[in-house]
């Protein structure tokens, strides 16, 4: 392999494979099976090396990219005869994985005899089994009883399905004809994305593509270097807190230590609260990659996210503690919360350093899903609410965006179209807007929230669980800023009295007609509230963003 290689070859390889990443993405939306993913698109596609190197991305969900490296490493491990033709499957979080629900295809590809790299494939299960339906169980209280774990197992062997496998996974799932559909669609993603590289490798020559990738990721280091360089030396603290963790423990707090000098930059997590009892603990690669997002959000968004742009960071944990739980332990909360937290806890340590970078507080998740029977065909469903996204924090460059999503996906998950979600599940939106007033007041305010009237159109009694953050705390605000307004969700059924929803409960029952009254929170604003100009103010009254347009809404 030429010790070299050309500005313009590289650019046109890594072009290449960033194209191949994305076409893999458009055939993955395109297949699926089930609403999570079709809709709302809660996938991410990659391509990393037999050094567990992460090589390119799409623009998905960060969470998922920044923990593929761990799970390549724990695949590579496991498996030393790895033929054309396998598949390899997991999702343990103590297998490199992230939360169980996220399951991950790796297809591998080969150069002639000579095995290069990995198309990867991780998609977020609608159901996982385990004790709830929709994969998330706050009442775990160890891993065993949120859902099936899957080491790295070799679903495909040179070509050959292993049948009996794909009947074990598929039988231990409430939605089976959507999980065999949705793991076709990944599969034949990650087929794609092997089709391509094999091309690439007959164009260029693998000898030319491998020397193409380590220049992308020197490239890349010295790009994300430069950048650091130029903020502030010194050693700096943040923290964030977890309302709760369903079980009867608040304001669990995640600390971040950073020192930077130079270009490089240590984050230290080790003085977080322990351990919970619950799911809200993080995975290894989950806290991994929560440290990645926080570094990727502040340096360029032209500098690729590769491997390369992670090596000015060295980040230190302590196992034990709540971001790097110990083995056996429930985690599915994790790649909302904690995650989210370890974001908001580094990039406020990081505000001292480099305050024009620092973005305020993004929203919190807070999720529900329902398990009921469709009147109109008698058949089961499970639906997940992605329709009400909160808001974005503001930055430097100004505010928030509205109803965008959290740290973990900003902007990846969406909510796709109400009418479709009417036409699929029996549910009626009867309201959805803007929630006026719950971005963080600032120089820039925070995006807004959704406000959302969601009706059950069910005969039968339907279930409902929560799972998230943020009803207690709302997104910070960041140097000066206001923090946004936390999520409020209700509960009104006709005979009842209205009652709020928790952010981790199990069994909600939820009659026919019931509605779900759902106030999503706003993201923090950014810089001090004095600041914002008056044009600004004046064009937030006009289009009803305003305090006193919230309190109109809610009377």
């Not at 969900?61 to 724990?74: N, Q």
């Not at 360029?300 to 742009?309: F, H, L, R």
């Not at 909160?390 to 100004?398: E, F, I, N, V, Y």
């Not at 706003?522 to 600004?536: D, F, L």
Request: glycine residues 12%; charged residues 25%.
């Amino acid at each position: 392999m030429s010790a070299k290689i050309d500005p313009i070859t590289r650019s046109v390889v890594q072009h290449r494979l960033s194209s191949i990443v994305k076409e893999m993405g458009e055939a993955m939306l395109r297949t699926s099976y089930s609403q999570i993913l079709n809709s709302s698109r809660d996938f991410s596609l990659a391509i990393c090396d037999t050094g567990s190197r992460l090589i390119a991305q799409a623009d998905h969900i960060p969470v998922h990219v920044g923990a593929l490296t761990w799970a390549t490493r724990a695949v590579e491990e496991r498996f030393k005869d790895v033929q054309p033709g396998d598949v390899i499957l997991l999702n343990d979080p103590y297998h490199g994985g992230s939360h169980l629900p996220d399951l991950t295809a790796f297809v591998p590809v080969f150069a002639g005899e000579k095995r290069l790299l990995w198309t990867i494939v991780r998609a977020h299960q609608s159901d996982i089994g385990g004790a709830t339906h929709g994969a998330y169980n706050p009442a775990a209280t160890e891993i065993y009883q949120e859902g099936l774990r899957v080491p790295p197992i070799k679903l495909y062997e040179a070509g050959k399905l292993r049948d009996d496998l794909l009947d074990l996974l598929a039988l231990n799932i409430r939605n089976p004809r959507d999980f065999r559909g949705d793991l076709a669609a990944m599969l034949g993603a990650a087929h794609l994305g092997e089709r391509r590289l094999a091309r690439l490798f007959f164009e260029f020559g693998a000898p030319v593509v491998e020397a193409a990738v380590e220049a992308i990721l020197d490239a890349t280091e010295q790009q994300a270097r430069a950048v650091v360089s130029t903020w502030k030396d010194g050693v700096f603290h943040g923290e964030a807190f977890l309302d709760d963790d369903g079980h009867g423990r608040t304001d669990i707090r995640i600390a971040a230590k950073v020192t930077k000098k130079g270009s490089d930059i240590e984050i230290d997590l080790s003085e977080s609260d322990p351990q919970s009892t619950s799911f809200v603990n993080s995975s290894h690669a989950n806290m991994q990659a929560a440290v990645a997002m926080a570094f990727f959000y502040l340096i360029d968004p032209e500098v690729a996210k590769n491997t390369g742009a992670l090596r000015p960071l060295k980040v230190i944990a302590k196992q034990g503690t709540v971001v790097w739980a110990d083995p056996g332990r429930p985690v599915t909360l994790c790649t909302s919360h904690p995650s989210n937290e370890i974001v908001e806890a580094i990039v406020k340590a990081l505000s001292a350093s480099c305050p024009e970078r620092a973005m305020a507080g993004w929203s919190r998740r807070f999720r529900i899903a329902i398990q009921g029977e469709d009147p109109r065909s008698g058949k089961n469903f499970i639906w997940h609410l992605f329709q009400a996204r909160p808001g974005g924090g503001a930055s430097s460059a100004g505010d928030g965006w509205s109803s965008i999503g959290e740290w973990h996906s900003v902007g990846g998950l969406k909510f796709g179209s109400l009418e479709v979600a009417e036409v699929r599940f029996p549910l009626h939106f009867r309201h959805h807007e803007f929630r006026a007033g719950s971005g963080g007041d600032g120089q820039f305010r925070g995006g807004l929230g959704v406000s959302l009237e969601l009706v059950l159109e069910t005969e039968k009694i339907a279930k409902g669980n929560t799972a998230g953050d943020g009803a207690r705390h709302g997104p910070c605000g960041m140097l000066g800023g206001e923090d946004g307004q936390p999520h409020h969700y209700r509960l009104l059924s006709e005979g009842r009295e209205p009652r709020v929803l928790r952010t981790k409960e199990v069994g909600i029952e939820l009659r026919p007609g019931d509605c779900l009254d759902i106030r999503s929170s706003g993201g923090g604003g950014w810089g001090p509230p004095a600041k914002r100009s008056a044009g600004a103010r004046e064009r937030d009254r006009e289009q009803g963003l305003t305090e006193a347009a919230a309190g109109q809404a809610s009377s």
